[in-house]
């Protein structure tokens, strides 16, 4: 936000002074956000209906309005206006509380999120630890919502995103940890900038996949949603709400969907970089121009991410839940392990010495740094070896297990019928 602080300040306003102008900035950055990320509802339900009836070979939305673009609009007038109902064995206030916690912690990670070069709302030095326990509150508000229904059903979907967030929380945490190794910054901004060589996605895809997966699976999107699996716990957490509680709950659900996006976009794909362009305010385009494109530019990746995590539900069958934690325990985490002492031992090797007055012993195959693009190469290589190693694991393991199966069907196929 400074380069705009500086731009207003230029103008020499009486009694507008540089606190004021910021104090106002940031206002104002945050009402948008708190108003467009919630109306970005609207048009991910019609852009979801759309790419999921195309992969199912329907039309969709085509009623409401032209290309059915008033559908949402109608959904959520109906949504408004439908019956608010309490149950009368429900613990009232964490019942009432929950859905706008869900909400509340969906918007909040777009407190630190870098839209554009300068345009940030909280530069925090410790980003990424803010993500982290943000992230978790809207856990909270889906286990309260099971828990403060005061039933079984409900109680199930809470208990079972609990168990979801343990499993995939540690993974996430680990590839997030990856990167602040690498970039040398839990700053958002700083990650972005730290970038403008090679995105992350490219030196580390198996932190990406990781990260992104399990992002997936934390906002309980499909083939994760077992959290309100309707064959099998009737709507899980959110059985017993309705109305506008209801609603609040899809809201949080999307909107930490398109914070996902946008994380990832941040954090692997660059952020508001260009390639070959510098879009920031030293650029050729200058500080006006730049910044738009840096922001087109992130919102391009943001829906890249959102299509990928539509195309999922609309072509993934639902996990079974064990199946769920076997994937998370048995295989991410231990990838997640390997991944980082392996990233670590490469940023040590090729670790360029002191930097901003920080004494800090050169790493021995410093001298093969060339401005970073060594230490790209080894990064490169060697998550192309934890993915060849994990795979190599991961089909031995399960050749095993096949021929144990196998074996016990042979077993009782061979005892004789009484």
Do not use: C
């Amino acid at each position: 936000m400074q380069p705009i602080v500086d731009w207003v300040v230029s103008f020499d306003i009486p009694y507008v002074t540089e606190p004021m102008v910021r104090f106002i900035s940031h206002i104002i950055l945050a009402s948008i956000i708190a108003v467009i990320a919630p109306g970005m509802l609207i048009v991910l339900t019609w852009l979801e209906r759309k790419i999921i009836a195309r992969i199912q070979d329907r039309i969709g939305p085509n009623r409401a309005g032209p290309f059915g673009l008033l559908q949402a609009f109608a959904d959520m007038i109906k949504m408004f206006t439908k019956e608010d109902i309490t149950p009368a064995v429900a613990d009232r206030i964490p019942f009432n509380i929950s859905p706008g916690l869900a909400v509340f912690s969906s918007i909040m990670l777009f407190a630190v999120i870098p839209f554009a070069p300068g345009i940030i709302g909280a530069d925090l030095n410790v980003a990424v630890i803010y993500i982290i326990g943000v992230g978790g509150l809207g856990t909270l508000a889906i286990l309260m919502a099971g828990w403060a229904s005061n039933n079984k059903y409900a109680m199930l979907g809470g208990f079972r995103v609990v168990a979801m967030m343990l499993t995939y929380e540690i993974p996430m945490v680990l590839t997030l940890t990856a990167v602040v190794m690498v970039s040398g910054s839990m700053s958002l901004q700083s990650i972005v900038e730290a970038q403008s060589g090679m995105w992350y996605i490219i030196t580390m895809p198996v932190a990406f996949a990781i990260f992104f997966f399990a992002g997936v699976a934390e906002t309980g999107r499909s083939p994760f949603d077992l959290v309100e699996a309707e064959s099998e716990i009737i709507a899980g957490f959110h059985t017993e709400y309705s109305g506008i509680k209801f609603g609040m709950f899809m809201i949080g659900e999307y909107v930490h969907m398109f914070s996902l996006a946008f994380l990832a976009a941040v954090i692997f794909l660059g952020g508001w970089q260009v390639p070959f362009i510098n879009v920031g305010p030293d650029g050729f385009l200058g500080p006006l121009f730049g910044p738009i494109v840096g922001f087109i530019s992130l919102i391009i990746k943001v829906f890249i991410f959102v299509f990928i995590m539509m195309w999922m539900r609309g072509t993934l069958p639902r996990f079974r839940i064990d199946h769920l934690q076997d994937l998370g325990w048995k295989f991410l985490v231990p990838v997640s392990i390997f991944l980082v002492i392996v990233v670590a031992v490469v940023v040590r090797l090729f670790a360029p010495g002191s930097t901003a007055g920080v004494p800090v012993e050169a790493g021995p195959l410093n001298a093969l740094y060339f401005n970073g693009a060594g230490e790209v190469v080894a990064l490169i290589i060697a998550n192309v070896l934890v993915l060849a190693i994990s795979l190599f694991v991961v089909t031995r393991v399960a050749r095993r297990s096949r021929s144990k199966g196998l074996r016990a069907v042979s077993a009782v196929e061979g005892v004789p019928a009484k």
